[in-house]
């Protein structure tokens, strides 16, 4: 019998250790087609501005530079293109860096109303220009969240660029931050528009990069498709979750929550 114990041991092992390979392969199989696949999308996303910059410009070297009805207007257009070339090469090294973890989250314990009036100034002309008005209603005092501050801002700008863009003439962006009394340890942010919605379909799909619901409108607002996924990547460094609800025709809710240093606040630094 005891050989048989030393058999039924070697049996486990052998079969442990194939599992352990397979799982090995599954796990290189995964890496390697996500990064193909993503390197796929890159070059798609590049491809259409390199294209357009190398046409507007051979169109111009071959003549059209002399003629000024069309020589600024294609300049333009090529600045565009070149504009759009810059914020697609920052997002992407965001998020690579995000998805690497090249880039942890530093916690810190942060004023959220502070950043969030630092995120309102910043975005407040591009918000005129589209008419609307940014409102901030915060229910607490001031809120001290335990987060990594530069990161946060980012998740901020992206979701009230984003309540800019896909809003309508003369809307409006609510920005909220609440303590439920059903979670006290954390404090809930949410940015609110009364823009376009997302139908229920596009919902789940929205935080993938270079998802977009309209592809034209999107690059007309000079977006890259990769706003949500890099507010998506950052939350979860946070273990946070960002929730969305939407009307599609009247608005959209983006909100999340963030763990609340309130018993530090003898030591705030922001
Ligand atoms: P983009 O650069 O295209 O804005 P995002 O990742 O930030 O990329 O968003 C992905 C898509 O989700 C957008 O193209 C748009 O279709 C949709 N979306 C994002 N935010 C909103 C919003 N506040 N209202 C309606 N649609 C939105």
Redesign the pocket.
Known sequence: SGSNDELDRILELSKESKKLVRDHFRNMDETDHYRKEFIGDISHELKTPIFSVQGYLETLSQGALDDPKVNKLFLTKAMNNVDRLISLTN?LMEITKIETGELKPELQIIALNNIINDVIDSLNYKAEQAQITIRFQPKEVNSFAFADRNQIRQVLI??V???I???KPEGRIYIGTTIEKSDPEHVLVS?K?T????EPE?LKR??E?F?????S???D???????????KHILESHNSQLQIK?KPGS??Q?SFKLKLADHYSDHISA
């Open positions: 997002d992206n979701l660029e984003n309540a863009k896909y809003n940015v528009d823009g376009i919605g997302i596009n929205v935080t990069r998802y977009r619901v309209d592809k409108r999107s690059r607002q000079g977006g890259t498709g990769l706003g949500l996924a890099i507010v939407s608005g959209s983006f």
